[in-house]
C-alpha cells in the first residue's frame, strides 16, 4: 500500500468517526424538540439555533461525503432566494461580541440546479471571512440580480482590505491570509460552483470595501 492509499483509508476513517458524533449531535437535537413540544415550550430562539445546528450537521456530513467520493455533486432544483436567506441565518453565529449589520437585498428569486449544501457552505464561508476582516463594528452587503438566464451574487464587507500580491493567489490551494487559516475554503467554494457551471470570483478589495461575486445559471422557464 502507497502512502496516497494509507492518507486515504486513514481520511475515510476519520470521516467515518467524524459522522458518528455528528449523528450524535442531530440525535439530541431531535430529542430536545420532542422534549419542548411535550412540555409546550414555545421558543423562536431556541427552534432557530437547533435548525441552525441540524442545517451545519447536514452540511459537514455532506463534506465528509467527498473522502469517499472525488465526484460527490448531488444537484437538485433549488430556490436561489431561500438558500441565500438560510445562509445569511447560518453565518450570523460568526459575529459573536462584534458589531455587525447584515444587510440583505435578495428580493428577486429564480430556480437554480446545484448542490444545495455545497453551496450554503460556500455563502457561509464567504460572509465568515467577511466578518473576521472586520475589527470591531462594520457592515456586509448580500445582494441578488437575476438577469438573462443568471443570477449574480455579491458578498461585499467594509473591514481590512486584501493586498493586490494576495488578491492574485486567494483561490489557491493552501493560500490563507488568516494566521490560523488552512487556505482551503475558498479555493474548494470555487472548485464546487466550478464544478455546477457557476463561478466564484474577487471583484475587488480596498480599503473601503471587498466584494466577491458568485454567478449562477438558473433554470429557463
Known amino acids: 500500500m502507497t502512502n496516497t492509499d494509507l492518507i486515504f483509508e486513514q481520511a475515510?476513517?476519520?470521516?467515518?468517526?467524524?459522522?458518528?458524533?455528528?449523528?450524535?449531535?442531530?440525535?439530541?437535537?431531535?430529542?430536545?424538540?420532542?422534549?419542548?413540544?411535550?412540555?409546550?415550550?414555545?421558543?423562536?430562539?431556541?427552534?432557530?439555533?437547533?435548525?441552525c445546528i441540524s442545517k451545519s450537521i447536514k452540511i459537514m456530513c455532506n463534506s465528509?461525503?467527498?473522502?469517499?467520493?472525488?465526484?460527490?455533486i448531488s444537484p437538485k432544483n433549488c430556490d436561489i432566494k431561500s438558500l441565500l436567506e438560510e445562509g445569511v441565518k447560518l453565518a450570523k453565529v460568526y459575529i459573536h461580541d462584534k458589531d455587525i449589520k447584515i444587510k440583505c437585498n435578495i428580493n428577486q428569486s429564480a430556480e437554480v440546479y446545484i448542490d444545495e449544501n455545497k453551496f450554503l457552505a460556500c455563502i457561509v464561508n464567504i460572509i465568515k471571512n467577511a466578518i473576521e476582516a472586520i475589527d470591531k463594528k462594520g457592515e456586509i452587503k448580500l445582494s441578488l440580480e437575476v438577469k438573462d438566464n443568471n443570477a449574480r451574487i455579491k458578498i461585499s464587507n467594509n473591514g481590512e482590505?486584501?493586498?493586490?500580491?494576495?488578491?492574485?493567489?486567494?483561490?489557491?490551494?493552501?493560500?490563507?491570509?488568516?494566521?490560523?487559516?488552512?487556505?482551503?475554503?475558498?479555493?474548494i467554494c470555487a472548485t464546487n460552483l466550478k464544478a455546477q457551471n457557476a463561478s466564484l470570483k474577487l471583484n475587488?478589495?480596498?480599503?473601503?470595501?471587498t466584494e466577491f461575486e458568485i454567478d449562477i445559471p438558473v433554470n429557463k422557464i
Open 12 to 51: 475515510r476513517c476519520i470521516s467515518h468517526e467524524i459522522r458518528n458524533h455528528l449523528s450524535i449531535c442531530e440525535i439530541y437535537t431531535q430529542i430536545i424538540r420532542k422534549n419542548l413540544e411535550e412540555e409546550n415550550i414555545q421558543n423562536k430562539s431556541i427552534d432557530n439555533a437547533l435548525n
Open 64 to 72: 465528509l461525503l467527498d473522502l469517499k467520493s472525488l465526484n460527490n
Open 161 to 187: 482590505a486584501i493586498s493586490r500580491e494576495k488578491q492574485k493567489a486567494i483561490f489557491e490551494e493552501g493560500f490563507t491570509t488568516k494566521p490560523t487559516g488552512s487556505g482551503l475554503g475558498l479555493h
Open 204 to 209: 475587488k478589495s480596498t480599503k473601503n470595501l
